[in-house]
């Protein structure tokens, strides 16, 4: 006997999918990238290099990230559109966190076009960043992206995309664990509702490090804790491409 599944179905699990793979695995690597600015211009400015210097980028790019963003950002806009919060009628947990998942995809989809369009393409007027992203400039990568966090009020709106991030990637990893059947039974569901929400702290307490550290050498840590930066001379100075 066929076994028919639903456009609606389908659309929902590939929607859950696209948000753990790929943009979870980029968003784990993009604070890796970020979190090397602990160390300085000088080494951040080679690992931005570094991703520059990857075959076939534009396909990545495109088919990896841009692609899958659109489409998980869109559809999980709609799916936001259809529900109905109930915390105020019934104040569980897990109701709030749902809550949460929803209001975080929303803000995100405005985050994530600001982020693309300002530091991928340099499109924002008025911003340092415009007619001048990190995109072709890794060598002044460090430099461009200090000056826009030199905003406050930009520096806190990255933060808050950061933290939402975070906990956006943590609860719908569980909410994929559950619905596809990996984490089974009201216990394991609950501890692995516990270690989703540590994930969340984790890569929001590294997220929101990563970028003080644009304008706090180290960031929030002690200077004792990250490696010295190159002298001031080679600082933001081009990268030459490696050959092979």
């Keep these: 006997m066929a076994i028919k599944m639903s456009s609606t179905f389908l659309l929902r699990k590939l929607h859950q999918l696209s948000g753990i793979v790929p943009l979870g695995a980029f968003f784990a690597v993009h604070m890796y990238t970020n979190s090397t600015a602990m160390n300085g211009a000088a080494v951040f400015n080679e690992h931005v290099q570094d991703i520059h210097n990857m ?3 534009i396909f990545i ?3 990896g990230i841009f692609l899958p963003l659109l489409f998980h950002s869109i559809y999980g806009v709609l799916i936001s559109t259809e529900s109905r919060p109930n915390v ?3 104040g569980y947990a897990r109701n709030w966190f749902y809550f949460f998942q929803r209001a975080t995809g929303i803000f995100l989809f405005v985050f994530l076009l600001f ?3 300002n530091l991928r393409f340099g499109l924002i007027p ?3 960043s415009y007619s001048n992203p990190v995109a072709g400039n890794a060598h ?3 430099s461009i992206v200090a000056a826009e966090f ?3 009020s930009i520096l806190i709106f990255y933060i808050f995309g950061v933290v939402a991030t975070s906990w956006h990637l943590a609860y719908g990893l569980w909410l994929f664990a559950v619905d596809w059947g ?3 039974g009201e216990k394991a569901q609950k501890y692995s509702l516990y270690l989703c929400i540590g994930l969340a702290i984790f890569f929001g307490a590294v997220g929101v490090n990563a970028a003080i550290s644009f304008v706090r050498p180290c960031g929030l840590f002690p200077s004792i804790v990250c490696e010295d930066d190159a002298p001031p001379s080679k600082i933001d100075a081009p990268v030459a491409p490696r050959r092979f």
């Design 55 to 57: 075959p076939y980028l």
């Design 61 to 63: 790019e495109v088919f």
């Design 88 to 90: 105020l009628g019934y």
């Design 115 to 117: 982020h693309i369009l």
């Design 126 to 128: 008025g911003l340092e």
């Design 140 to 142: 002044r990568a460090f």
């Design 150 to 152: 030199k905003n406050v």
């Design 182 to 184: 990996i984490v089974i």
